[in-house]
């Protein structure tokens, strides 16, 4: 039986944070799938597409990763997947009360065994969220060690740098 489990999100733009919970989960099962959440009513940094090719690059070096995109609820992408784990990653307490409350409504969403999975982020990367990160180079500085160095290098050329 193949152990699937899913981590999902925007991704925009995916942080060092992001591809620490990506490399610890994905040890944890046999395979894990990093979907791209579609939001049609968010406009993001990174376009859609950019976004899915970015998230390939940066989790290349790992096996058992596959990057899928989904639109719609959340749980109906976990249904008809069959996942047995939905991965979250936690950086603080303000983290926990929001994921705590989405587990709860997918718990009563979910149709299968599939289980919510928490991840305490690497304490390194606790403070970074992809808002500070557009946020901080928005202003012109470095984001280089909180990103792939391969995103840091899309960041410098959506601004030109």
Request: hydrophobic share 40%.
């Amino acid at each position: 039986m193949d152990r699937k489990a899913l981590y999902a999100g925007s991704f925009d733009p995916v942080t060092n944070g992001h591809l620490n919970i990506i490399e610890r989960a994905a040890k944890m099962y046999d395979s894990l799938t990093v979907a791209i959440a579609v939001n049609p009513h968010k406009t993001g940094f990174f376009t859609f597409e950019e976004r899915v090719e970015i998230v390939r690059e940066v989790t290349g070096h790992i096996p058992n990763v596959k990057v899928d995109t989904f639109s719609g609820l959340l749980a109906d992408y976990v249904n008809e997947n069959g996942f047995i784990a939905y991965v979250r990653g936690l950086r603080a307490t303000t983290d926990f009360e929001n994921e705590l409350q989405m587990a709860q409504m997918n718990a009563r969403l979910f149709t299968g065994e599939t289980e919510t999975i928490f991840l305490m982020t690497d304490p390194k990367y606790s403070f970074i969220s992809s808002s500070l990160i557009k946020e901080v180079a928005s202003f012109g500085g470095s984001v280089d060690g909180l990103v792939p160095q391969y995103v840091s290098e899309r960041i410098k050329e959506k601004y030109g740098k």
